[in-house]
């Protein structure tokens, strides 16, 4: 993600200009990966034809540790077992050699 030189925001979506102190330009920076499930929903219909063999599947809204908020899936446990509270960590999913969509795996107790 970028940091914001002037400040040390971290944000998300990237952009020229830090939301905080509007300060152009800024710094990639490496994160932990990790954070809390805030929000959940299981989408039962096919709302985008490439996502159709995916439904049903879960959209979370994902607080990483160091601040920045992110809309993903949990992989690897069943839509029902997703719960808000819930401790993840980054998953690197590509999808193709150019996409690699970022989504988030239970933290391991």
């Not at 102190?21 to 994160?31: E, M, N, V």
């Not at 049903?56 to 509270?85: A, I």
Request: hydrophobic share 35%; charged share 20%.
């Amino acid at each position: 993600m970028q940091k914001c030189d002037a400040c040390g925001h971290i944000r998300y979506p990237i952009g020229r200009i830090c939301p905080e102190c509007l300060a152009p330009g800024g710094t990639w920076t490496g994160l932990s990966g990790r954070g809390e499930v805030l929000s959940r929903i299981v989408f039962h219909q096919v709302y985008n034809k490439a996502f159709a063999d995916d439904v049903p599947y879960n959209v979370v809204l994902v607080q990483l540790d160091e601040g920045p908020r992110m809309f993903s899936n949990v992989v690897g446990v069943p839509n029902e077992d997703v719960r808000v509270g819930m401790r993840v960590r980054l998953h690197c999913d590509p999808v193709t050699a150019e996409v690699t969509i970022p989504r988030f795996v239970p933290e391991e107790p």
